[in-house]
């Protein structure tokens, strides 16, 4: 991945970012830490569509666990004292 100082945006405006943007997404650094992440649509709403499907799959998963009895309730001091936290 690409990166470029915002001092550098700042000084060349957009046009700094549309050239590094060729080669993928781009950090912008600021104060000598990566402070933002530039990209392209296209790449910005494939990583929207993969996460949202990575949601679905979780619920999904979950609801089977529900439905398979893999799952309990417990109060959160029963959880605590299962898992030796308390005091």
Known sequence: MRT???REIKRRGIGAVDEALKDGPVHVV???QPSYVVMDEEHYRELVEAQEEAYLARVKAALEDVQAGR???????QLIDELGLGD
């Open 30 to 32: 600021k104060g000598d």
């Open 4 to 6: 470029i100082p915002a």
């Open 71 to 77: 799952v309990r309730r417990v109060t959160a001091q």
